[in-house]
């Protein structure tokens, strides 16, 4: 006689072992000058992140005061936590620049990672800001990047006809 056992198999179990998860990584310094722009700083954050709350959206950062210090100056610490959203950050550091009167140039980078090895689960990106303008000055995205350095290189190897 031959004993079989049932086996529990779950729908679409082959899927599951190559599930990925996508991560956007950043952490940076935003110098605000002075106590009262830090404080105001975290208020505004306070703010979008009630916002986004109310309309039953993430906020893809963290802000939090960090340096008080006569050397480090006034600083908000802005980081990703499981997941950012670059575009978070720069719509907050724009918002901040408004309204507190900064300047100079700021910028920041961030990285794309994966759970699992992925062809399109690396890379990352920059941006430079003008603060008093509130313009982007440049930026860069490494998948783009990467494809058009070598598209270019490739043209350059080709003989011309």
């Not at 975290?42 to 950062?61: P, S």
């Not at 050397?71 to 950050?89: H, M």
């Not at 860069?140 to 290189?153: E, G, V």
Request: hydrophobic residues 40%; charged residues 20%.
């Amino acid at each position: 006689m031959i004993v079989t056992q049932a086996r529990t198999v779950r729908a679409f179990a082959y899927l599951e072992s190559e599930m990925a998860n996508y991560f956007t990584h950043f952490s940076c310094l935003l110098p605000v000058g002075s106590d009262a722009n830090l404080q105001t700083a975290i208020d505004i954050y306070r703010t979008i992140a009630a916002e986004r709350e109310a309309a039953n959206e993430t906020l893809g950062f963290v802000a939090e005061a960090q340096s008080r210090d006569q050397e480090e100056g006034y600083q908000v610490w802005l980081y990703s936590e499981e997941d950012g959203e670059p575009e978070d950050v720069i719509a907050y550091v724009l918002r901040c620049a408004e309204m507190l009167g900064l300047s100079g140039i700021w910028g920041f980078r961030w990285c794309l990672s994966c759970s699992r090895p992925r062809l399109d689960g690396y890379g990352g990106g920059a941006q430079v800001l003008d603060l008093g303008t509130q313009k982007t000055i440049d930026w860069i995205d490494l998948d783009h990047w990467l494809s058009q350095q070598a598209d270019a290189y490739q043209l350059a190897k080709e003989p011309v006809s």
